[in-house]
Antibody
């Protein structure tokens, strides 16, 4: 059974940092790209960042570029999101999700998200 | 920035057909994907590559693409289909891909 379990969320003050983790099992982790997607309370889904199977190709949404860093440790079957300079608008449920492909956006490559973890809640407030 | 546009809400009676649209300028050149999200749950994939249905998704879910509009159709809607539905696609921003979601459509089963 494929499982993605996020952790590391919590209440943090604006300007501070937080690191999210996603522990994966049930599939060959280093065969697939991975992503973080977030959902603000009562709002829609927003793609945040993605990383290729080997970590060599990384892309970010403009809203987090320069503040967030996605990484992975294939030996530990784990995905991470380092979030710095947090803002109130970063408040959301953060989902870890598996890509359909090993890389992102290359010619002929089509990226969709399946499955998803249950999410970890990040609240940025003073 | 690139946007995918969905109607905020669609309402149908049980047994009827629900159609949820998603429009975007790049859709003629990019596949679309659809996710269902029920309250308090993570999204699940219901359609990929415009028209393909993952294993385990009921046959009443189907997808269609025409130009800049893709459509998720749910035939013979059941009460359990009441959920939020999000389309997703990709867009090239400079040299980098951006993966984008529509704003979501709340399906109400009357």
């Amino acid at each position: 059974e494929v499982q993605l379990v996020e952790s590391g969320g919590g209440l943090v003050q604006p300007g501070r940092s937080l690191r999210l983790s996603c522990a994966v099992s049930g599939f060959t982790f280093d065969d697939y790209a991975m992503h973080w997607v977030r959902q603000a309370p009562g709002k829609g889904l927003e793609w945040v960042a993605g990383i290729s199977w080997n970590g060599n190709y990384i892309v970010y949404a403009d809203s987090v570029k320069g503040r967030f860093t996605i990484s992975r440790d294939n030996a530990k079957n784990s995905l991470y999101l380092q979030m710095n300079s947090l803002r109130p608008e970063d408040t959301a449920l953060y989902y870890c999700t598996k890509d359909s492909a090993s890389t992102i956006g290359a010619s002929g490559i089509h990226n969709w998200f399946d499955p998803w973890g249950q999410g970890t809640l990040v609240t940025v407030s003073s | 920035s690139y946007e995918l546009t969905q109607p905020p809400s669609v309402s149908v009676s049980p047994g009827q057909t629900a159609r949820i649209t998603c429009s975007g300028d790049a859709l003629p050149n990019q596949y679309a994907y659809w996710y269902q999200q029920k309250p308090g749950q993570a999204p699940i994939l219901v359609i990929y590559k415009d028209t393909e249905r993952p294993s385990g998704i009921p046959e009443r879910f189907s997808g269609y693409s025409s130009g800049t509009i893709v459509t998720l159709t749910i035939s013979g809607v059941q009460a359990e289909d009441e959920a939020d539905y999000f389309c997703q696609s990709a867009h090239s921003s400079g040299n980098y891909p951006q993966l984008v979601f529509g704003g979501g459509t709340k399906l109400t089963v009357l």
